[in-house]
């Protein structure tokens, strides 16, 4: 298991770095960069102290030292510093990880408290009125925008409970109850999205093994269809679910950039979205590096517990 | 077919996505108002008789806003996918048929676009490329290109070692032909509704990058430049972001009802 895990991570190093690489060459391809963006129109700097800024940013080397420089640093655990703000983009980052990462929690918690028990239903009552139902809900959550689900809470929210603070977000430690109440909407949004892809992949692994052999014999064999649901389809069904696991955290993260940003929430997606509308180059690598290796760590977390939830499955 | 016009919810979507069509290429049979005009009396007033989306901050009416941008948001959403397809279906089937450290190499590629979220991808290029329309068309085909060579790729590799395939290959024709004549034929269904649930998705893709202010600018806004410019009003007047965000709903979902459909009646398992 461990040899499998240190085998996937080491092949997934070719993949981020040529991810970063990407990165780090579209920034540079595109016309007008940092300097420009800070000096904006009326440009009075003279040649001499506009060379003196490229080099003090380290914009001035070749593309591939630039590049190679900030692996060097990397490796250092240096991330550099963000040119909007002069913070180190390692503790940006750092600082807003728990953010994103409690709304990704209870987004996922919604969805799946949702999405399973609904998919469950659809699939064995499959063409009924509930099956019909919950196929509107699960085309309907993948139809709908992220951010106009969002502003129809906030709407509606703001009507019901005039006081209710919607925008901000507070953290644990410094009021746990606000800190609830500032998370709530952004999750039950992002949680009723998903939770329609859930049910989706739910009602049609449900309904794949329904038609498998093992059901008939359970059922011929007189098993309540309960006992069928539960022991048989419940579990197996289990598995499908897991593997879109990965693909919905993507999903997710890209979620998170909308809901952050109209919820006013500091998380990774907000910082994503200003440091690349700001064109904060340090930001935005580092960003790209993380939510690379959030991804690329998750699929190998999600084939190992593949392996507890099916035993069929053995990691190779 | 029968099947599928047997259903209600199939001709309910069939009817909204015609209707939206139309719309989009026959904005004049839909209002009389001129999307352009302001009207400073009738700033953000809420939708009435008169105006039934409302106006927006200028006093434009927003029926007549959303069905003129309809049109552009369309065509952003058709013509990525069409470059998409293009180039993807091109590199997966090649991919496919060739295979060797060609195939290795495309997929290597393939697999670090994956490891990123497509609308973070999407946002990146945007922001760096600048948005107009032609601009959003480039970005967001880039971010489909992988998702079209992937699936394309699975459909051909079936299709390489099957007999008229190897036939066509003992009788001395050109891989090029083989890849057109035999190949292409046999996978256009599936490159088609490929192409469809993709382009849902794309139109879903503008309006998003629209509402984070990099959709087609103003003064002929897309969708979702629209939501975007709408974005600040919300909250006193929730129908400058509401009722584009429902045309774009209405049209995603209709599009994924009849794909969705069209997949369940051709899948003879279930």
Same mark, same amino acid.
């Given at each position: 298991m461990i040899s499998y895990i240190i085998r996937r991570l080491i092949l997934a190093i070719p993949t981020v770095i040529l991810v970063t690489l990407f990165t780090f060459i579209m920034i540079h391809l595109v016309p007008g960069d940092v300097v420009d963006l800070m000096t904006g129109t009326q440009n009075y700097l003279t040649q001499e102290q506009l060379r003196e800024l490229y080099r003090s940013l380290g914009l001035d080397k070749p593309l591939m030292i630039q590049y190679f420089s900030w692996i060097y640093n990397l490796l250092k655990m240096d991330m550099g510093i963000s040119l909007?703000?002069?913070?180190k983009v390692l503790k940006m980052i750092l600082e807003r990880i728990p953010v994103t990462f409690e709304l990704a929690v209870f987004s996922i918690t919604i969805a799946v408290l949702i999405g399973i028990p609904l998919g469950m239903l659809s699939g064995v009552r499959r063409g009924s009125k509930v099956d019909i139902i919950a196929r509107i809900f699960g085309l309907a959550g993948l139809s709908a925008p992220t951010f106009w689900v969002g502003a129809i809470l906030i709407v509606l929210v703001s009507r019901a409970? %005039?006081?209710?603070?919607?925008?901000g977000y507070t953290p644990f430690f410094e009021n746990p109850i606000s800190n609830l109440s500032s998370i709530l909407l952004p999750s039950l949004t992002l949680g009723l999205l998903i939770s329609s892809q859930v049910m989706r992949i739910t009602r049609a692994s449900v309904v794949e093994i329904l038609a498998q052999e093992f059901i008939r014999v359970a059922r011929s064999k007189g098993l309540p269809e309960k006992m069928v649901v539960w022991k048989h389809v419940f579990r197996n069904s289990a598995i499908p679910v897991l593997t879109t696991a990965g693909i919905q955290f993507g999903y997710l993260l890209g979620g998170t950039v909308v809901i952050e940003n109209i919820f006013s929430i500091p998380g990774i997606g907000r910082l994503v979205f200003e440091a690349v509308s700001k064109r904060d180059y340090p930001t935005v690598l580092g960003s790209v590096l993380f939510i690379t290796a959030t991804i690329v760590i998750l699929n190998i977390i999600v084939d190992v517990i593949y392996t507890f939830v099916d035993p069929r499955v053995r990691l190779e | 077919m029968r099947r599928f016009f047997k259903n209600p919810l199939n001709l309910i979507s069939l009817a909204i996505f015609t209707l939206i069509l139309t719309m989009g290429f026959f904005p004049d049979l839909f209002t $009389?108002?001129? %999307?352009?005009e302001m009207n400073i009396e009738e700033m953000?007033? %809420? %939708? $009435?008789?008169?105006?039934i989306f409302g106006t927006d901050q200028f006093g434009r009416d927003l029926f007549a806003r959303v069905v003129y941008g309809l049109k552009k948001s369309i065509l952003v959403a058709f013509f990525s996918m069409v470059i998409a397809c293009a180039i993807g279906s091109a590199v997966g089937i090649t991919s496919a048929y060739f295979g060797g450290k060609y195939d290795i190499f495309v997929m290597r590629i393939i697999d670090a676009f994956f490891s990123f979220p497509p609308l973070i991808l999407a946002l990146f290029i945007v922001a760096f490329f600048g948005t107009g329309m032609l601009k959003l068309i480039m970005s967001i085909s880039i971010v489909y290109t992988p998702i079209f060579a992937r699936t394309v790729r699975s459909f051909t590799l079936p299709l390489r070692d099957v007999n008229y395939v190897l036939a066509a290959k003992s009788i001395g024709r050109r891989d090029a032909s083989i890849i057109l004549f035999h190949i292409l034929p046999n996978i256009l269904p599936m490159i088609m509704v490929t192409f469809t649930m993709n382009f849902s998705t794309a139109f879903l893709t503008e309006a998003t990058l629209g509402f984070l202010g990099f959709g087609v600018p103003p003064p002929e806004p897309s969708l979702g430049g629209l939501i975007g410019e709408g974005r600040n009003y919300f909250l006193g007047a929730p129908w400058v972001m509401i009722y584009p965000g429902l045309v774009v709903a209405m049209m995603v979902f209709s599009v994924n009802m009849i794909t969705d459909s069209l997949q369940e009646l051709m899948n003879p398992r279930k």
């Open positions: 909007r703000t002069g913070e409970f %005039p006081k209710f603070k919607i925008f | $009389s108002y001129d %999307p352009y953000l007033a %809420p %939708p $009435s008789l008169k105006h």
